[in-house]
Each structure stands twice: as structure tokens, then as C-alpha cells.
């Protein structure tokens, strides 16, 4: 399948009305030098690819948008669907591709293609799967688009963020994957739905592996400044630390609960890879929940290993890692989380 766009040749042996509709002003200069051109490129256009295009599109990101995906009949429906709502979206030009030469010079390339888990297949085989998806994807991406930044949305996304960044040939710092961004908004959202506050003035994260031995920074949650536990303290307040797991718990088995519901999730993880594509390109320096090579930072020093950490993002990539002061616990769970991904890395061979 040949890259596709709009085209702008109407009319019998297909006229180029863009020459003659306008007429051309005289003695102008070209455009400014500092005018950036964005593009990002979307691998993989199922139900999570869809909703990050989408998003992006919706909040005006990105000049040009580049699919790619491995069904050449799907991805074109995909394309001319974005493409018929223009008339009710900011300018972005659109293009679909099988090909990865589609996305030559993208700013960033989100990566949310893998593979779907076949009834009594193990996890580990899926991935095993998946990195050999990745074999035929990121390679292409770094080839065609040699500054560009990785964004990995796929899962087990930290395994493959890993992975992305062993084929890739990346610095660390441009590599980065989704990881617990999404977890940590559905954490604020379950604190602010108990408060009866807005999400956006409940500052929580959720650390470590996006999955079952993610770690829930209980210490530093704060609500419009107030930090919660030493409030409830002052106050002699009593909680038990069953009802903070329980929200904890509730966090992790909210992903679950939508696909068993809808049978997939997609809306969330549209906005939160929209919101993290904003951080980077717009140059917002904002700290993030994202998975980043963690080795060196809170302790974890056993091997190359991605989970989340609160970094900056920013134009660069991955501009730092905060220093969050973390509980003696949660320093522990934290490290008990990276070991239980390097586990799974062991099994890859890479």
C-alpha cells in the first residue's frame, strides 16, 4: 500500500486547482526560519491507536500525522474517516501508510501495535510475540526518523520500552513509555471523586511497574497543597492502611474492569499519550509518571530495567528524574517492582 494523503487534484485529467485557485502574492519572503513543522507518527491504528490519533488531533499537536499499521484496508477506512472531519478540526495533514518511509522525520513516534493474547497462551509467550513485532518496528523508526523521541504505549509496556530501547540504539532519554501516567490519573480521579474535589488539584502518583506491583506514593499525596496522611494526623484522624490498599487495589483492577465491560480500553490511554505527547513537544517541562531507564535512581542498581518514575519531560525526552523522598516501604516495594520486571527480561535473550 503507496502512502496516501488528500489530494488536491480535481476536475478532468486531474487539474491541480491549488495553482490557479489562488492568486500568488508578489515579493514575499519565506517563511520564518524558527516556524517548526511537527509530525508524529501513530504505529498500529487498532481501538488505542485510534484514540491517541484522535486526541491529538482534537488538541491541535501536531501539524502532520503519519499511520502505519500492517492492514492496508483498515488503515485507509482509519485514515479517510480523520480525514472527513476536517471541517471540524484544526489543519493537520494526514497520511496512511503500510510503509514505514510514511513517517521519515517524525518529531515523535507513538508505538501502540501489538499482539492480541491467544486463549491458554501464556505471558510470557505473548511477549516473547510482541519483541518480535517490535523486530520489524522500531528499527524502521530509528532509520527513517533518527531524532526522533519513542514513545511505547504497547503492553507489558515496560518490558517493551526496554526493548525499544535495546533496538533502537537510543540515549535513554529518548525513549520513553507510558507507563503509570494513566494508573496515577485514575488515582487522582478515585482520591478527588471521594473529596468531591476537582482531579486536576490532587497531586498523586503511582510508581514502578505499570501492573499488579505498581507502588502507590501514599506519603506525598497532597490536595490543593495539604498534604493528606500528616493532615489526618494532626487532625487525629484514624485510617487503616486495608482502606489505602483497598484504593490502591481499586486502581489496578479499573483497567480490568473496563475490558471486561467494553472488551478493550482505549479513551483514557488516547488522553494520557496525548497529554504526554504535549509535555514533549510543546517543551512543557512537566513531571510525568512515565517508565524511564530507572537504573541509579531510589536504589535500583541490579540491571538496565524501565518502570515509572516521576520525570521531566520536555523537547529532550526524559530531561530528569525527581527526587521524590520516599517511605522506607515504599523505597522497598519500589525496588521489589524493578526486580520483578527483570525477571521477565531475563526470559528475552536480548
Given at each position: 500500500m503507496q502512502?496516501s494523503?488528500?489530494?488536491s487534484s480535481?476536475?478532468?485529467?486531474?487539474?491541480d486547482l491549488?495553482?490557479?485557485f489562488?492568486k500568488?502574492?508578489q515579493?514575499t519572503?519565506?517563511p520564518?526560519?524558527t516556524?517548526?513543522?511537527t509530525?508524529?507518527?501513530v504505529?498500529?491504528?487498532?481501538n488505542v491507536?485510534?484514540?491517541?490519533?484522535?486526541?491529538?488531533?482534537t488538541?491541535?499537536?501536531?501539524d502532520?500525522i503519519a499511520?502505519?499499521d500492517?492492514q492496508?484496508a483498515?488503515?485507509?477506512?482509519?485514515?479517510?474517516?480523520?480525514?472527513?472531519a476536517?471541517a471540524?478540526l484544526p489543519?493537520t495533514?494526514?497520511i496512511?501508510s503500510?510503509d514505514?518511509?510514511?513517517?521519515?522525520?517524525s518529531?515523535?513516534?507513538i508505538?501502540s501495535?501489538g499482539?492480541r493474547?491467544?486463549?491458554?497462551?501464556s505471558?510470557?509467550?505473548?511477549?516473547?510475540?510482541?519483541?518480535?513485532?517490535?523486530?520489524?518496528?522500531?528499527p524502521?523508526?530509528?532509520?527513517y526518523?533518527?531524532?526522533?523521541?519513542?514513545?511505547i504505549?504497547s503492553n507489558?509496556?515496560?518490558?517493551?520500552?526496554y526493548?525499544?530501547?535495546?533496538?533502537?540504539g537510543?540515549?535513554?532519554?529518548?525513549?520513553?513509555?507510558?507507563?503509570?501516567n494513566?494508573?496515577?490519573?485514575r488515582?487522582?480521579?478515585?482520591?478527588a471523586?471521594?473529596?468531591?474535589v476537582n482531579?486536576?488539584d490532587v497531586?498523586a502518583?503511582?510508581?514502578?511497574e505499570?501492573?499488579?506491583s505498581?507502588?502507590?506514593l501514599w506519603?506525598?499525596?497532597?490536595v490543593?497543597g495539604?498534604?493528606i496522611?500528616s493532615?489526618?494526623?494532626?487532625?487525629?484522624?484514624?485510617?487503616?492502611?486495608e482502606t489505602?490498599?483497598?484504593i490502591?487495589?481499586a486502581v489496578v483492577?479499573?483497567?480490568y474492569?473496563?475490558i471486561?465491560?467494553?472488551?478493550?480500553?482505549?479513551?483514557?490511554?488516547?488522553?494520557s499519550a496525548?497529554?504526554l505527547?504535549r509535555s514533549?513537544?510543546?517543551?512543557?517541562r512537566k513531571?510525568?509518571p512515565?517508565?524511564?531507564l530507572?537504573k541509579g535512581f531510589?536504589?535500583?542498581?541490579d540491571?538496565?530495567?524501565?518502570l515509572s518514575?516521576?520525570a521531566?519531560?520536555g523537547?529532550?525526552g526524559?530531561l530528569?528524574?525527581?527526587?521524590?523522598n520516599?517511605?522506607d516501604?515504599?523505597a522497598q516495594r519500589?525496588?521489589k517492582?524493578?526486580?520483578?520486571?527483570?525477571?521477565?527480561q531475563s526470559?528475552?535473550g536480548?
Amino acid at each position: 500500500m503507496q502512502k496516501s494523503a488528500s489530494a488536491s487534484s480535481l476536475g478532468p485529467g486531474g487539474l491541480d486547482l491549488s495553482n490557479i485557485f489562488f492568486k500568488p502574492i508578489q515579493n514575499t519572503s519565506p517563511p520564518s526560519p524558527t516556524k517548526r513543522h511537527t509530525k508524529i507518527s501513530v504505529i498500529g491504528v487498532g481501538n488505542v491507536g485510534m484514540a491517541i490519533a484522535q486526541t491529538i488531533l482534537t488538541q491541535d499537536l501536531a501539524d502532520e500525522i503519519a499511520l502505519v499499521d500492517a492492514q492496508p484496508a483498515k488503515l485507509r477506512g482509519e485514515m479517510l474517516d480523520l480525514q472527513h472531519a476536517a471541517a471540524f478540526l484544526p489543519r493537520t495533514k494526514i497520511i496512511a501508510s503500510t510503509d514505514y518511509s510514511a513517517t521519515v522525520g517524525s518529531d515523535l513516534c507513538i508505538v501502540s501495535a501489538g499482539a492480541r493474547q491467544i486463549a491458554g497462551e501464556s505471558r510470557l509467550n505473548l511477549l516473547q510475540r510482541n519483541v518480535a513485532l517490535f523486530r520489524g518496528i522500531i528499527p524502521p523508526l530509528a532509520k527513517y526518523s533518527p531524532g526522533t523521541i519513542l514513545m511505547i504505549v504497547s503492553n507489558p509496556v515496560d518490558v517493551l520500552t526496554y526493548v525499544a530501547w535495546k533496538l533502537s540504539g537510543f540515549p535513554s532519554n529518548r525513549v520513553v513509555g507510558s507507563g503509570t501516567n494513566l494508573d496515577s490519573s485514575r488515582f487522582r480521579f478515585l482520591i478527588a471523586d471521594h473529596l468531591d474535589v476537582n482531579a486536576q488539584d490532587v497531586q498523586a502518583s503511582i510508581i514502578g511497574e505499570h501492573g499488579d506491583s505498581s507502588v502507590a506514593l501514599w506519603s506525598s499525596i497532597s490536595v490543593g497543597g495539604v498534604p493528606i496522611l500528616s493532615f489526618l494526623e494532626k487532625q487525629q484522624i484514624p485510617y487503616e492502611k486495608e482502606t489505602l490498599e483497598g484504593i490502591h487495589k481499586a486502581v489496578v483492577d479499573s483497567a480490568y474492569e473496563v475490558i471486561s465491560l467494553k472488551g478493550y480500553t482505549s479513551w483514557a490511554i488516547g488522553y494520557s499519550a496525548a497529554n504526554l505527547a504535549r509535555s514533549i513537544l510543546r517543551d512543557q517541562r512537566k513531571i510525568h509518571p512515565v517508565s524511564v531507564l530507572a537504573k541509579g535512581f531510589y536504589g535500583i542498581d541490579d540491571g538496565d530495567v524501565f518502570l515509572s518514575l516521576p520525570a521531566l519531560l520536555g523537547r529532550g525526552g526524559v530531561l530528569g528524574v525527581t527526587n521524590v523522598n520516599l517511605t522506607d516501604e515504599e523505597a522497598q516495594r519500589l525496588r521489589k517492582s524493578a526486580q520483578t520486571i527483570l525477571k521477565v527480561q531475563s526470559q528475552l535473550g536480548l
